[in-house]
């Protein structure tokens, strides 16, 4: 997994996974941008949201998928980082050769929390999005350190 060289322009999806929930983001071709595209429900035992997350892929013309690896401010990996590898290989060996990057998502759903509270948007509204939020933030903080590196 993201041995790969760069695949160049096109886009890329961005991917929180979380213990019920999965937040989808998606760039420009560019890619520059990252924007919001969907939550879907995890299925653990049908895997209905891998295929759903692999459908986008197709749709999209996605060059590369970000899935986000929770880190701890400590650097350390835990159970939540079991899980965002696991998912990721599954995605990975569904992509149709789709190249899948580990980033680290350090605070993501925490400055996502703030920025949609900041916009006024809280509750169930709020937690329907802060997925698709917190990928955003995944995707974006990516496409920024790729950008730099170029």
């Known amino acids: 997994m993201g041995g790969r060289a760069d695949p160049g322009p ?36 049908g895997k ?14 996605v060059v590369e998928i970000v899935v986000g690896l929770p880190v701890t401010l400590a650097g350390r990996q835990g159970r939540s980082a079991d899980i965002a590898r696991s998912y990721a290989d599954a995605l990975e060996a569904r992509a149709g050769g789709v190249p899948v990057r580990l980033s680290d998502e350090r605070l993501t759903t925490v400055t996502a929390t703030r920025m949609l509270s900041d916009r006024g948007i809280r509750g169930k509204r709020q937690r329907a999005v802060v997925d698709q939020a917190a990928a955003v933030e995944i995707l974006q903080s990516w496409l920024d350190a790729r950008g730099r590196s170029e």
């Open 10 to 45: 096109g886009r890329r999806i961005g991917v929180d996974v979380g213990e019920a929930r999965v937040g989808v983001a998606v760039s420009d071709p560019a890619p520059l941008l990252a924007t919001p595209l969907s939550t879907l429900k995890r299925d653990r035992s």
């Open 48 to 61: 209905t949201d891998l295929i759903r997350l692999v459908e986008l892929v197709n749709e999209y013309e």
